[in-house]
């Protein structure tokens, strides 16, 4: 079964600095991956994928993903967090209905 | 991003009613999906629909759930009987071709009394 894995229910980290948000997954075949960010009563807003092509992607906001095949991980990283990154993130992978099935979310908190 | 807008924003209803959930996708948006988000937990698909037809569905979407595209823009969910635990979040996202980019609409958040 095709599933994610968000193993940090939270994250917290000093403005300026890196972060990263944690990622596995389990798909058969070739994965579609995807970070969401969600912001307090907001839906869901796209921050990038990786479908093929180059390991590292780039996304919004300053954002960039690393797909690892061997590891089945694509954690989401930012070299110098903002207060304003402070949100819930998703990693999701497309799943065999074309859906894209969730991790449990991670929570980051930026502190200045 | 293309923009799916939601109503109502707010919706709350007591148990055994119906409520009709609604979204505007974008025009040239092809597969429209449904998922809730039960209050702290993740977000779980619900039915996608594609071509005026219900293409995938979840074991949530029991016979309680409907879906249609009444008048060819809008995209209604509609929960015949209410429950309690039908109380969450209800996102609807519209799909871009081979992009394979969902973008989500802000919601409707349901509370079942």
């Known amino acids: 079964a095709q599933s994610v894995a968000q193993p940090e229910d939270q994250v917290n980290v000093a403005e300026g600095n890196p972060l990263t948000v944690k990622c596995t997954y389990s798909?058969?075949?070739?994965?579609?991956l995807f970070w969401y960010v969600q912001y307090p009563n907001r839906g869901l807003q796209f921050l990038l994928k990786?479908?093929?092509?180059?390991?590292l992607v780039k996304g919004s906001y300053g954002f960039e993903a690393e797909f690892n095949k061997s590891q089945t991980s694509f954690h989401l990283k930012k070299p110098s967090a903002l207060v304003s990154d402070s949100a819930l993130y998703f990693c999701?992978?497309?799943?065999?209905?074309?859906?894209?099935?969730f991790g449990k979310g991670t929570k980051l908190s930026v502190k200045p | 991003e293309p923009e799916v807008t939601q109503t109502p924003s707010h919706q709350v209803t007591q148990m055994g009613q119906e409520v009709i959930l609604r979204c505007v996708p974008i025009?040239?948006?092809?597969?429209f999906y449904w998922y809730r988000q039960i209050l702290g937990q993740k977000v779980e698909f619900l039915v996608s629909?594609?071509?005026?037809?219900?293409?995938?569905k979840s074991e949530i979407f029991d016979d309680q759930f409907s879906v249609e595209r009444p008048d060819g823009s809008n995209f209604t969910l509609k929960i015949r009987s209410t429950k309690l635990e039908d109380s969450a979040m209800y996102f609807c996202?519209?799909?871009?071709?081979?992009?394979?980019?969902?973008?989500f609409g802000p919601g409707t958040r349901l509370t079942v009394t």
């Open positions: 629909f594609y071509n005026n037809e219900i293409s995938e």
């Open positions: 990786y479908i093929t092509g180059d390991n």
């Open positions: 996202a519209a799909y871009v071709g081979e992009r394979y980019e969902q973008y």
């Open positions: 798909v058969s075949g070739n994965p579609y």
């Open positions: 999701a992978v497309k799943g065999s209905q074309g859906n894209l099935i």
């Open positions: 025009s040239n948006h092809l597969y």
